[in-house]
């Protein structure tokens, strides 16, 4: 589903590490899912260095994609982060779980476009 | 004729892998396609619309506007095109927004809505998936 989509679309596992991000995702993230490969919850976070409109450096478990995992609701945040091109951007971001019909967490999902 | 007939089918597959992961997630998502039909809405849709798809069925998205009576948070009524649904629909980019609708089963309820335009590999509109939750 992710792979058809125009819009940027990145998969974080349960644990936190970034697993798929798609192609509309990579002009965003300043660089293609095959030079990043699957990056880890400590990798990723550390590599884009997420922060707020001020500034503020934001953990894993406050951003979007933490809050969809760690409180398995949907969110939506407008955040910076740094591209592994050096360009730092501005996002609307909204974040929901993979839940199963059983409840069970499968990930997390976020879809995020430039502001 | 053939071009015709293979636009139809891409733009299906779209739609059907559209409903498809939405069928499988626990947030509420509707899905609307080109012509501004409702093609469909999940389960946990059916909890805050107040009535299931089945019931429900392929309607215009108009009507499905009317029937929830969307209004700001302050209570003023939302025209279709002032929606996150009626911007993506409309400007073709993603939107986000808060607003209160009335479901089916009679409740008001303030939900946080994103929606993002549907174009599949070829740039063609296929529609908009729309996803939203209750705020607390």
């Not at chain 2, 293979?6 to 998502?29: C, D, Y």
């Not at chain 2, 093609?39 to 506007?65: C, D, K, L, M």
């Not at chain 2, 969307?70 to 400007?91: H, K, N, S």
Request: aromatic letters at 10%; charged letters at 20%.
């Amino acid at each position: 589903m992710a792979t058809n989509l125009s819009i940027p679309i990145s998969v974080l596992d349960p644990d936190g590490n970034l697993v798929f991000f798609n192609r509309s995702a990579e002009a965003m993230h300043g660089m293609t899912f095959e030079e990043a490969g699957e990056l880890s919850a400590t990798e990723w976070p550390t590599l884009f260095a997420p922060r707020a409109s001020d500034g503020t450096p934001i953990p894993l478990e406050e951003l979007p994609v933490g809050v969809a995992l760690f409180e398995r609701r949907p969110v939506h945040k407008t955040i910076q982060f740094t591209g592994a091109d050096g360009v730092l951007r501005e996002i609307s971001v909204t974040a929901f779980p993979l839940m199963g019909r059983e409840q069970e967490l499968f990930g997390a999902v976020a879809i995020f476009w430039h502001l | 004729m053939e071009q015709s007939v293979r636009q139809r089918r891409q733009k299906s597959l779209v739609l059907i892998l559209a409903r498809e992961f939405a069928s499988n997630l626990a947030t509420p998502i509707y899905i609307a396609d080109a012509d501004e039909r409702l093609v469909y809405f999940n389960e946990p849709a059916e909890q805050i619309a107040g009535r299931s798809f089945a019931e429900t069925g392929e309607i215009p998205i108009r009507e499905w506007a009317e029937m929830l009576a969307p209004q700001a948070t302050d209570g003023q009524p939302l025209q279709r095109e002032q929606t996150p649904g009626g911007i993506a629909f409309a400007v073709r980019r993603p939107a986000h927004g808060s607003l209160c609708i009335t479901g089916l089963d009679g409740k008001r309820r303030e939900i946080a809505t994103t929606a993002f335009p549907l174009f599949g590999p070829d740039e063609e509109f296929h529609g908009i998936m729309v996803i939203f939750w209750e705020q607390a």
